[in-house]
């Protein structure tokens, strides 16, 4: 095997090596508590009538939801105004932090939301609009 080749062989042989994994893994990345890495969203519950407000915290750090505010609301059962929480979300997970269901499950029912949250890192967000 010429010199040539045998650099080409190590080379691919390298490239398959990292793209398989076998490179050394080092701890994960740290990724601050952001309004990027903490997001919301609703999901509808199965019978249509319950909304479930959802915080999913993409970073590496342990984020509480302090609050969930409800703004023009029609036809629910909550009120239209703040509530105060203290929901812990770890790092990397989803969790449902608040319920939100139709006071008459015939009619038509909306409403707007925010939320706060805070993480040892950072100091408490604003509620999102």
């Known amino acids: 095997m010429t010199t040539a080749r045998l650099h080409r062989w190590f080379a691919t042989l390298a490239l398959a090596a990292v793209a398989s994994g076998c490179a050394p893994k080092g701890p994960p ?15 509808a519950g199965n ?10 915290n993409r970073s590496t750090v342990p984020i509480t939801v302090t609050s969930v505010s409800l703004r023009e609301c029609l036809n629910i059962k909550s009120r239209c105004e703040v509530y105060r929480l203290r929901e812990p979300v770890p790092p990397g997970s989803t969790r449902r932090v608040f ?14 939301y925010g939320f706060s949250w805070e993480s040892e890192e950072s100091t408490p967000t604003q509620p999102n609009p």
């Open 47 to 56: 019978d249509g009538r319950i909304q479930y407000v959802v915080v999913e």
């Open 29 to 43: 990345a740290h990724i601050p508590a952001t309004g990027e890495t903490v997001r919301t969203r609703l999901e």
């Open 99 to 112: 319920t939100v269901r139709a006071d008459n499950p015939e009619g038509e029912h909306r409403f707007r």
